[in-house]
């Protein structure tokens, strides 16, 4: 029996990485999982395929979290084949790393929106569902650099910063309705990484590259959050990052 058993998740940002270990996790774990990404179809598809090989129910969905018509269209598909919503992760995100001088406006408004108004769309068109059932678990994702500051991603640590306060003020306005609002800040080994590796040696060619954990590493702390396990535990960041930011 799992953790999850009968349970409906919706993971943003899916199709790679983070978000698809976290689909396979919880499927793993007994729900039916939706997943939504921006652009890769062929990836959205195989981890479709992967879930439902796990004898659930799989839908995948190509959504531009940062456009609020694409997330309720499909928030809307998800409530009309499977009846509800018990899960939500905010895991969509981008990357493009460049010294803070060098960061244009458009690419500002283009990482906070993904990043931040991304979870905002997502947490605003579930709660009508989870305030029906009268329960939900949603699960931000933030970064160490929001927590400690980093090189070359001034507008993802703003965006996941803000992730950090919005998590913490839904937990509060939500929690009357029985939905817990949790915030994790993971480290593992994706293409984002790769992409703030080959800027950082590009900027000091000795640095080395750091030894990150795979992306199911991580996907345990999400079980948890998503879990029964979570129920009196909400507002709260947990770094997931073998100790980056300690």
């Known amino acids: 029996m799992g953790r999850l058993d009968g349970r409906i998740a919706l993971v943003t940002g899916g199709g790679r990485g983070i978000g698809r270990a976290v689909a396979l996790a919880f499927a793993r774990e007994g729900a039916d999982v939706a997943v939504a990404g921006a652009r890769d179809r062929a990836a959205l598809h195989e981890v479709e395929q992967a879930i439902a090989s796990l004898g659930r129910r799989a839908l995948a969905d190509t959504v531009d ?3 609020r018509e694409g997330v309720d269209r499909l928030v809307k598909r998800v409530i009309e084949d499977w009846g509800r919503i ?3 992760v905010n895991n969509a995100g981008i990357l493009h790393p460049a010294p803070l001088e060098e960061i244009s406006g458009e690419q500002w408004d283009t990482t906070i929106a993904v990043h931040l108004t991304g979870t905002f769309n997502c947490t605003q068109a579930v709660l009508p569902a989870m305030k029906r059932e009268g329960r939900g678990k949603i699960i931000n994702v933030a970064a160490p650099s929001a927590l400690r500051g980093a090189s070359g991603v001034a507008d993802y640590a703003a965006a996941k910063g803000g992730i950090i306060a919005f998590t913490r003020n839904a937990a509060i306005e939500l929690r009357p309705h029985n939905i817990q609002v ?3 800040s993971p480290v593992a080994e994706t293409r984002m990484t790769d992409a703030l590796d080959t800027f950082r040696l590009r900027q000091s060619p000795d640095a080395g590259r750091p030894r990150r954990p795979p992306p199911d590493a991580v996907a345990p ?12 535990i909400t507002g709260q960041i947990l770094a997931v990052d073998g100790g980056f930011t300690v």
């Open 65 to 67: 979290v940062a456009r």
């Open 86 to 88: 018990d899960i939500l």
């Open 182 to 184: 949790n915030c994790i």
């Open 221 to 232: 702390a999400f079980v948890f959050f998503a879990s029964g396990d979570s129920d009196y």
